[in-house]
């Protein structure tokens, strides 16, 4: 493993992400009319265990976008720690102009790509939606930096199980009803089939009034 | 001003409260050749008088394309307004890349250093953002102001009363009539010479246009549009072509009408200047 050999020049070993401990699963994301919806499970699991039942994995981010992250629970609090900073200091020049989405996806993919160039990844795959000025934008950055844009997104296993129904189902301008029932039907498949989902659902919503995350259902 | 035992230093307070290092740099941007900016709500007109300082040498270039978005003019130490614009290219490629983004002119304004010396440099910036079309003026004490005009650089005192009678129209103003006013201004500034295309540049920025320096042609054939004209500025302008009659010959009142059937394709079509 190159931590391992790396380790006595560096000073410690263990300052390294070699692996991750509590991790969440699947995020999945689609495009609708007015906005972008997300949805991901409560589920942390330690290993093999589904050990904690209630953590949100979806948190909004200033006024135009919301973050989902599946992986190492930890590392997603450091990059929400990052992020407020960075909303911060956008709010601190108060004149008018503020981050959006793209931006904010932009921001986060140059900080996993950096981290993962010193061997010190931030072990998260992110979905970044939001919507400003009425241009709706919804991307993804994994660990090592891999960033793109899609009209519907997924991490983990929802790149396998969610990502094909997507394809299949998804359309231009579904209503705020369709696209939560196309969403509950991944989610489901991935109660069934990821070992790691729990049966305890949020639904994000972004539009040009806010976000909206909704209380946990299962 | 005169010499005096505060003065020497830039970190020095005069007992009045006064940085006189700070007051010559803006002294110096009084002596460098005329620069002025105007914008209307979506577009940007910079202008300045380029002059050689011999027959033999070329013009100073003295605006400069920060980034597709923003644009920055200078009078003073063209020296240091080359570093300020280095700096802030470098600081708007560096926002571009993190954030995929243009950056916002009114986070770019705040540059100024106080190592050794104040630069002496004034700075028209004209940008766009998402909140709109702004022009900046950055002075060496570090200040910076928002304007909807202003001139600065020697002369420019006659050019801003041209544009303090006339700045409430241009926020509606269309981007020929800015540059026009641009060129009336600048006109101001020479106190008799002639303004000619060889004398002076224009660059214009605005939503759906990228920064870009009108090339001789087009300015040259804008300056002859309101000579040919007569004094009048661009409202007055727009009626006279219809009536303007034996005073000019034949061909050059034919040569205006035509100009005027063209202005607005040509300066579409208008190349930026390769420099």
């Known amino acids: 493993m190159p931590g391992l050999m790396l ?101 986060l993919t140059r900080v996993m790509y ?105 | 001003m005169f010499r005096n035992q505060y003065d020497t230093d830039v970190t020095t307070w005069s007992p009045a409260g006064r940085l006189f290092q700070v007051e010559y740099a803006m002294e110096a941007v009084k002596q460098g050749s005329a620069a002025i900016g105007l914008r209307s709500k979506t577009h940007v007109v910079l202008a300045c008088v380029n002059k050689a300082s011999s027959e033999l040498s070329s013009h100073q270039k003295k605006i400069f394309k920060v980034d597709d978005h923003i644009g920055v003019a200078i009078a003073g130490l063209t020296a240091d307004g080359r570093v300020l614009s280095r700096y802030m290219r470098n600081e708007c490629i560096n926002y571009s890349y993190t954030y995929e983004s243009p950056l916002p002119v009114g986070r770019l304004v705040c540059t100024q250093r106080s190592w050794k010396r104040p630069y002496g440099v004034g700075l028209l910036i004209g940008g766009l953002d998402e909140s709109g079309a702004h022009l900046y003026y950055n002075c060496p004490s570090g200040n910076y102001f928002e304007y909807q005009a202003f001139a600065i650089g020697s002369r420019s005192q006659a050019a801003k009363t041209y544009l303090e009678r006339k700045f409430e129209t241009f926020v509606d103003s269309s981007r020929e009539n800015l540059i026009k006013d641009a060129l009336f201004a600048l006109r101001e500034t020479l106190q008799g010479e002639k303004l000619t295309s060889s004398n002076c540049t224009i660059a214009v920025l605005g939503i759906g246009e990228a920064f870009s320096t009108l090339d001789q042609e087009t300015v040259q054939r804008l300056i002859n549009e309101f000579e040919v004209v007569g004094e009048d500025p661009p409202a007055e302008a727009a009626a006279a072509p219809d009536q303007s009659d034996g005073a000019e010959p034949g061909p050059a009142a034919a040569a205006a009408d035509d100009d005027d059937q063209e202005t607005p394709a040509a300066d579409q079509g208008a190349a930026p200047m390769d420099i």
């Not at chain 1, 970044?128 to 899609?150: A, P």
Request: charged share 25%.
């Open chain 1, 7 to 107: 380790a006595s020049a560096a000073g410690s070993d263990s300052q390294r992400t070699l692996y991750p401990y509590v991790t969440g699963t699947s995020v999945v994301g689609i495009k609708y009319k007015d906005g972008i919806l997300l949805a991901a499970d409560m589920g942390g699991s330690y290993g093999s265990t589904l050990r904690y039942k209630t953590v949100e994995r979806m948190k909004p981010v200033g006024k135009h976008s919301i973050i989902g992250a599946s992986g190492e629970l930890s590392d997603f609090q450091e990059i929400m720690r990052y992020l407020d900073e960075l909303i911060l200091n956008d709010n601190m020049w108060d004149d008018g102009n503020s981050l959006g989405p793209k931006e904010v996806l932009n921001y």
């Open chain 1, 114 to 218: 950096n981290r993962r160039n010193k061997f010190n990844p931030l072990w998260n795959s992110l979905v970044l939606g939001g919507i400003k000025n009425g241009q709706k934008y919804l991307g993804t950055v994994s660990m090592i930096g891999v960033h793109y844009e899609d009209n519907h997104v997924a991490t983990g296993f929802g790149n396998h199980l969610a990502r094909p129904i997507l394809r299949d189902e998804w359309h231009e301008d579904m209503t705020f009803e369709e696209g939560v029932k196309l969403l509950e039907k991944c989610m489901r498949v991935l109660l069934y089939r990821d070992r790691s989902a729990v049966n305890k659902l949020q639904i994000a919503k972004i539009t040009e009034e806010g976000v909206t995350i909704s209380q946990p259902y299962s």
